[in-house]
């Protein structure tokens, strides 16, 4: 289920191209596929924090990709603590599965952390058996360390073997671009 939202928006984008579209977005609940025949750029608005929903930065962005976030105050659940995670890849099926992946590896042993049995959370999960976080108090700053460390660490794994191009990490107002991304850091535009 991890990719739903991304791959309807790739699906879309797909579609409207074969009829002749020369350039699309769609953004699907933030779960964006970006299609360009001519490599156009699109500044693509981020949240760091989704429990907000405020868009805090725009990143630039070229050709076919597609660009997905996951997090805490997300429409999913989460085992992590990260605010939110955007990822860049080739596609937002990709990326959509990549950022719930990385916000489930920015965990923290916390008692700060209250965690949950999901199927109480919400019955009908399709995680059952499986504790996510539920809410996340006043992390300590070795605490919001550790948690980037473990999600940098596998995101550079996935960039380093060409799965996605670039993720941002955002857990309690750090912000930590990664890959193609942590260049373009000073082309983030605070809103």
Request: proline share 3%; aromatic share 4%.
């Amino acid at each position: 289920m991890a990719a739903v939202a991304g791959t309807i928006s790739d699906l879309i984008a797909d579609s409207v191209v074969d009829a002749g579209a020369t350039r699309i977005t769609v953004n699907n609940g933030g779960d964006i596929s970006i299609r360009s025949r001519e490599e156009a750029e699109v500044e693509v608005g981020l949240c760091s924090d989704l429990a907000r929903r405020q868009v805090d930065y725009v990143v630039p962005v070229k050709g076919n990709c597609g660009v997905c976030t996951s997090g805490m105050g997300g429409r999913s659940f989460t085992l992590g603590v990260a605010n939110s995670v955007t990822v860049l890849a080739s596609r937002a099926s990709v990326a959509d599965v990549f950022a719930t992946y990385l916000g489930n590896e920015t965990v923290v042993d916390s008692p700060k952390v209250q965690k949950d049995w999901a199927e109480r959370v919400y019955p009908d999960t399709d995680i059952p058996g499986r504790q996510i976080t539920v809410s996340v108090g006043n992390l300590s700053d070795s605490e919001v360390r550790q948690a980037l460390i473990n999600g940098q660490t596998r995101a550079q794994w996935l960039i380093d073997r060409g799965l996605i191009y670039g993720a941002i990490l955002s857990v309690k107002g750090h912000v930590l671009p990664l890959g193609v991304l942590e260049h373009r850091i000073k082309e983030l535009k605070q809103r």
